[in-house]
């Protein structure tokens, strides 16, 4: 039970920690196109990304796959970037409900934020031969703090717009764009050429 606790806080904390900002960042551009309504599709946003980046540790823990880290730091904000460059560009669509691109993102760009954190995941869990278990409990603590953080999302969004009567399209604009703003400051600050 202690080991289970201890990588299910360690996937919890992966994803809320403050200083990994990234996954927060890409998770607000994943879920800012959804409602409350739409909760079946969040919650496949939310798994589809969880299984991504579960392969991509998966295949590092087992040695089967390797890339490097700065390619990777990279990959990271621009797959943020994508993910909100699509969102403005497809706002008005989104606003009536087109929001299917955001789930093969979920699952395509996870696979990216896998193999950031794939180094570490090999160092925490070391020589062991069981490395499957870890990696679930791991995927569980990342799949809750998923939640977590895509319902404050959602919860933000619903209250902005019914409190003060932003529309959903200006919704998904404006904050697309301010995480565009700090995925670009991330990727100029990572570049691995």
Same mark, same amino acid.
Do not use: C
């Given at each position: 039970?202690?080991?289970?606790? &201890?990588?299910?806080?360690?996937?919890?904390?992966?994803?809320?920690?403050?200083? *990994?900002?990234?996954?927060?960042?890409?998770?607000?551009?994943? *879920?800012?196109?959804?409602?409350?309504? $739409?909760?079946?599709?969040?919650?496949?946003?939310?798994?589809? /990304?969880?299984? %991504?980046?579960?392969?991509?540790?998966?295949?590092?823990?087992?040695?089967?796959?390797?890339?490097?880290?700065?390619?990777?730091?990279?990959?990271?904000? #621009?797959?943020?970037?994508?993910?909100?460059?699509?969102?403005?560009?497809? *706002?008005?669509?989104?606003?009536? %409900?087109?929001?299917?691109?955001? #789930?093969?993102?979920? @699952?395509?760009?996870? #696979?990216?934020?896998? @193999?950031? &954190?794939?180094?570490?995941?090999?160092?925490?869990?070391?020589?062991?031969?069981?490395?499957?278990?870890?990696?679930?409990?791991?995927?569980?603590?990342?799949? *809750?703090?998923?939640?977590?953080?895509? @319902? #404050?999302?959602?919860?933000?969004?619903?209250?902005?717009?019914?409190?003060?009567?932003?529309?959903?399209?200006?919704?998904?604009?404006?904050?697309?764009?301010?995480?565009?703003? /700090?995925? &670009? $400051?991330?990727?100029?600050?990572?570049?691995?050429?």
């Amino acid at each position: 039970m202690n080991d289970f606790i &201890f990588y299910f806080k360690m996937g919890l904390f992966h994803v809320l920690d403050i200083k *990994a900002y990234d996954h927060i960042l890409f998770l607000i551009v994943l *879920a800012v196109v959804y409602q409350f309504k $739409q909760w079946k599709k969040v919650l496949w946003l939310i798994t589809l /990304f969880t299984i %991504g980046h579960s392969i991509t540790l998966a295949l590092s823990a087992y040695g089967i796959l390797n890339v490097r880290a700065d390619l990777i730091e990279f990959l990271i904000p #621009l797959t943020i970037f994508i993910t909100g460059l699509m969102n403005v560009l497809t *706002a008005k669509k989104a606003s009536v %409900g087109k929001e299917n691109q955001n #789930l093969f993102f979920a @699952l395509f760009f996870g #696979l990216i934020h896998g @193999l950031g &954190f794939s180094n570490y995941f090999k160092m925490m869990i070391g020589k062991t031969s069981d490395k499957l278990v870890p990696l679930l409990e791991f995927a569980l603590g990342v799949e *809750a703090a998923q939640i977590i953080i895509v @319902l #404050l999302i959602l919860l933000v969004g619903s209250l902005v717009q019914s409190v003060f009567g932003v529309n959903r399209r200006d919704w998904i604009l404006v904050v697309s764009s301010i995480v565009i703003g /700090f995925a &670009f $400051q991330m990727m100029i600050n990572r570049v691995f050429w």
